[in-house]
Structures are given as C-alpha cells and as structure tokens.
T-cell receptor, first 115, second 115 residues
Framework: GAGVSQTPSNKVTEKGKYVELRCDPISGHTALYWYRQSLGQGPEFLIYFQGTGAADDSGLPNDRFFAVRPEGSVSTLKIQRTERGDSAVYLC?????????????FGPGTRLTVL | AQSVTQLDSHVSVSEGTPVLLRCNYSSSYSPSLFWYVQHPNKGLQLLLKYTSAATLVKGINGFEAEFKKSETSFHLTKPSAHMSDAAEYFCVVSDLAGGSYIPTFGRGTSLIVHP
C-alpha cells in the first residue's frame, strides 16, 4: 500500500516569506508526527496529532510554527516569517497508535531552504 | 527527561566483518527503544524495537540489539556487514516522561562499509 508522502520534496523561499508543507499519512493511521532534521543531526520532534487535535506541540520552537490536521488525515505544517535558521528537512511520520511501542512510518521529507 | 547518546558519529567496517553501533540512553520510566536506518535520499525505516519483552531483539536484514538495563545501553549489532548496510543509523528512546510518548532521536551514526 501507499506509504507516507510529503509535498513538496524541495522548497526554496526567501527570508520573511510564508510556507506550507504537506503530509499525507498512511490511510487509517490516527497518529501523525512532525519532525525537523538539521544537517548532521537526528530528527527533532515538533508536534503530534491524535486524530484532528494536536496532542502535544511542545516541540514547536516558537509561534511562527503552526500545524493543522482538520479532517484527521492530511496535515499541513505552516511557517510564518521564515528565517534562515528554519532551513532543514521536515519529516512527517504516521502510526496506528500513540503508545510507546507503535512503529512510526516516515515520509521522505521536505527540504526547506530559506535564502 | 529522556535522552539518548550515540557514542560514535562514524563507524567504518569491511564487508563481511561484524558491525557494532553503540547507544546509551537515559530514562526515568520503562522506555521503549528503537533503531531506525536512513539510506541516502530515502525515508527513515524501522530496523527493530524493544518494548519490555525479550531483551534480545531481532530486526530486519540480520540486525539485532540487546537491551541492558544495568548499563542503560541498546547497542546494535550484525555478524557480517554488507555493502548495502551503508547508511545513517539512529537510536531512539521513548517514554512517558512528558505525559505522552515523544521519541527522542540520537544524533546518528554513519556506517561506512568498505569492499
């Protein structure tokens, strides 16, 4: 079956602009996670959804970052007034549950470059 | 708070020789532990996971890891390296410290396999 998909695969923008990154999870997966991976680092948790609600957004770095999942499937990560430090690969993952044992399935990521 | 330390940023082996990727963790609760692999230009893929059952966990592609609570370690091993094993490997810890299971990734270990 189809895995997790993310669009666009690459996004180049200018400092100060607004961007949206999209994630399509595996069908039927109720949990959806967003991570940010900087060069040479492991993925860093941003936010996760259980269904339509953000269950934990403790990883969002500041109020420029926001994410939604209005129908409990597709999610959009929104970044306002982008800064050069936002440049990274943004990863999305989905799982069938949110217990500590559930496997997360990752998408290929969106590489964001802020000039 | 949970944390994970991957003790080597790079590991270099010859094809056919054993692989050892080291991981130490810190957790106040009974953690779940994972190893993920990231091949170039591909999404993260689960290799194996420990979820408080058997302490020796077998994963895909001949990899295995042993949970040692007394040493707070979860090292990844493989008896014989293959060229296709060259990739970035991430050790992950997840517990309920923050009220929800939020995974914490290590910085990654790059496995280099020489012919």
């Amino acid at each position: 079956g189809a895995g997790v998909s993310q669009t666009p695969s690459n996004k180049v923008t200018e400092k100060g602009k607004y961007v949206e990154l999209r994630c399509d999870p595996i069908s039927g997966h109720t949990a959806l996670y967003w991570y940010r991976q900087s060069l040479g680092q492991g993925p860093e948790f941003l936010i996760y959804f259980q269904g339509t609600g953000a269950a934990d957004d403790s990883g969002l770095p500041n109020d420029r970052f926001f994410a939604v999942r209005p129908e409990g499937s597709v999610s959009t990560l929104k970044i306002q007034r982008t800064e050069r430090g936002d440049s990274a690969v943004y990863l999305c993952a989905s799982s069938s549950g949110t217990s500590g044992t559930d496997t997360q399935y990752f998408g290929p990521g969106t590489r964001l470059t802020v000039l | 708070a949970q944390s994970v330390t991957q003790l080597d940023s790079h590991v270099s082996v010859s094809e056919g020789t054993p692989v050892l990727l080291r991981c130490n963790y810190s957790s106040s609760y009974s953690p779940s532990l994972f190893w993920y692999v990231q091949h170039p230009n591909k999404g993260l893929q689960l290799l194996l996971k420990y979820t408080s059952a058997a302490t020796l966990v077998k994963g895909i592609n001949g990899f295995e890891a042993e949970f040692k609570k007394s040493e707070t370690s979860f090292h990844l091993t493989k008896p014989s390296a293959h060229m296709s094993d060259a990739a970035e490997y991430f050790c992950v810890v997840s517990d309920l410290a923050g009220g929800s299971y939020i995974p914490t990734f290590g910085r990654g270990t790059s496995l280099i396999v020489h012919p």
